[in-house]
Structure formats: structure tokens, C-alpha cells
């Protein structure tokens, strides 16, 4: 299984899960043209896009999905409930229809030749915001991000991982003494916004176990937190817990910028 994320956070999320024989786009928060000349980068293309998976219905996450289901007229898996809100949505309205699929939940989903998919609900400010678990073999790949608060089964689904893509959004005292208004830092830091670093350090004790190869922070503000920051509380976390740091694939997932391509 490879990765890359193209991009994480309030600027656009985007990334691709690979494996053998076909690919998962993860969000489609980015240009498609960014993710033409990306892809070209990697020796890759559009065909090695075979699904889409979305999170949620936020801008960040779906402003380019509309160009990507005309374009490539892949299927689109997510909730029920979310590909109903994206049959509405102005960004991908007119474009979603013959290529949504709705995956079941509670099952695993055979979204791809390589991967079979399951999700679950977190809590987030969305018409519905899910994490994924996405198997490939003897690996398991969860991501979860825009996540008010961690969950049982986010933290159950966490602790089965080869992988974890966990949000890292805000430190608390970047937030708290930054010049956001008072509605802003309320919607971010209460309980359906986004998880603090902090929160974050807390989820990775939760759910950290001798599985567990790779751990990339995900979806930092680039007003309330720095890279530096983020990382250090994670790696804290990882010491706290008694594992070697260097033991564990710990990586920042950058605004913006493209990660390197990553075998897991
Ligand atoms: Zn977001
Ligand atoms: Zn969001």
C-alpha cells in the first residue's frame, strides 16, 4: 500500500491510497489540474484513480469533485446521507449523480479491486462527517479528521491500524490568544469543530498498540498551530506511552504541499 496526501487542511484536502492493481482519492478539496500535474510528478495519471471516497460536505473537502466526476467519471462512495447532501450542493450537484454509490454500512464495502472500505460517523459541524478504515490485505489504513471529539469507534478502529491519519488541528493557546473571533474559537474548540493538539495526544494513547506502523497528523490551521508544535505533542504522546518514537513512521501531512509517496 502506498500514499500521498496532496494537500491537508482549511486550504484543501486531498490524497491517494494505492495499491497493486487501483487507487482511492481520499476528498477532493484541490484543483484537478494541481492533481493532474501532481500525479505526472509521481510517474502516476488519472487512471490510477479508480474511487473517490468523501468525508463530508464542507468546501475543503468536495470544491474540485465536481470537476473530477466529470472528468473522470469514476464512482464516488460515501453515506446515504452525504451523497444526498452532495446532490444538493452547488459544488457537485450537477455532476454527482451517475457517479455516487452509497456504501453500507456496519460491512465491508469492495470499493476497489484492492480495497475494501467501512466508515464511521464523527462528530463534525457537516451535514455528516465519517472516518474510513480501508483494508488492503494485512493492512488497515484509518483516516479521521474534522473530528469535534474522538469517539469510541473512531479509537476502536484506531487501535486495529497499520496506519492512523488523525487531525492535529489547534493548539489551545495559539487559539485562545489569537485574534479569531470569540463565535470562531467557540465553533472550532467546542466539541464539534476540530481536535486539538492535545485532544489529539489523548487519542494517540488511546489508541496506540504494537501494530501501529505509521501515525500522519492531519489537517493543521495555519493560524493556530505549526507543524513543530503538532508534531512534538504526538511525539510526547508516543514517549508518555513508553514506544520508542523512532519506532513509529511519525509524520506531519502538510498544508498545501505535497507528501512524498509513502510506502505503509
Ligand atoms: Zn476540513
Ligand atoms: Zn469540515
Same mark, same amino acid.
Given at each position: ?6 494537500? &491537508?487542511?482549511?486550504? =484543501? ?14 476528498? *477532493? ?13 509521481? %510517474? ?6 479508480? *474511487? ?48 455516487? /454509490? ?10 476497489? !479491486?484492492?480495497?475494501?472500505? /467501512? ?18 490485505? !494485512? !493492512? ?8 469535534? %471529539? ?5 479509537? /476502536?478502529? *484506531? ?9 492535529s ?7 485562545? =490568544?489569537?485574534?479569531?473571533? /470569540? ?5 472550532? &474548540? ?7 493538539n492535545?485532544?489529539c495526544a !489523548?487519542?494517540i494513547a488511546?489508541?496506540l498498540?504494537? =501494530?501501529?506502523?505509521?501515525l500522519?497528523l492531519? %489537517? ?7 507543524p513543530e508544535l503538532a508534531y512534538a505533542s504526538a511525539r510526547a504522546a508516543l514517549m508518555a506511552a513508553g514506544v520508542d518514537p523512532g519506532t513509529i513512521n511519525l509524520r506531519v ?12
Amino acid at each position: 500500500m502506498r500514499f500521498v496526501s496532496f494537500s &491537508s487542511g482549511s486550504c =484543501g484536502n486531498c490524497s491517494l491510497l494505492l495499491g497493486l492493481h487501483s487507487g482511492i482519492m481520499i476528498d *477532493a478539496g484541490v484543483s484537478i489540474r494541481r492533481i493532474k500535474k501532481e500525479l505526472e510528478s509521481l %510517474h502516476l495519471g488519472y487512471a490510477d484513480i479508480s *474511487a473517490i471516497l468523501v468525508t463530508h460536505d464542507h468546501g475543503d473537502h468536495i470544491r474540485s469533485l465536481g470537476s473530477f466526476c466529470k472528468r473522470l467519471a469514476v464512482p464516488v462512495w460515501t453515506t446515504q446521507v452525504l451523497n444526498d447532501a452532495l446532490l444538493r450542493h452547488p459544488f457537485t450537484r450537477d455532476w454527482i449523480g451517475p457517479c455516487k /454509490q452509497n456504501l453500507t454500512p456496519g460491512v465491508w464495502n469492495p470499493v476497489t !479491486e484492492d480495497f475494501d472500505v /467501512q466508515y464511521f460517523v464523527v462528530p463534525h459541524d457537516a451535514t455528516q462527517c465519517v472516518g474510513y478504515a480501508i483494508r488492503s490485505g !494485512e !493492512e488497515l489504513f484509518v483516516l479521521m479528521t474534522d473530528m469535534g %471529539h474522538t469517539t469510541p469507534e473512531a479509537l /476502536q478502529w *484506531a487501535s486495529l491500524a497499520t496506519t492512523v491519519v488523525v487531525e492535529s488541528n489547534y493548539d489551545m493557546d495559539m487559539l485562545l =490568544g489569537g485574534d479569531y473571533p /470569540q463565535e470562531l474559537k467557540n465553533r472550532i &474548540s467546542h466539541g464539534i469543530g476540530h481536535l486539538s493538539n492535545d485532544a489529539c495526544a !489523548e487519542a494517540i494513547a488511546a489508541f496506540l498498540h504494537p =501494530g501501529l506502523k505509521n501515525l500522519f497528523l492531519c %489537517h493543521l490551521s495555519g493560524n493556530n498551530n505549526t507543524p513543530e508544535l503538532a508534531y512534538a505533542s504526538a511525539r510526547a504522546a508516543l514517549m508518555a506511552a513508553g514506544v520508542d518514537p523512532g519506532t513509529i513512521n511519525l509524520r506531519v501531512l502538510k498544508r498545501g504541499i505535497a507528501s512524498p509517496l509513502l510506502v505503509l
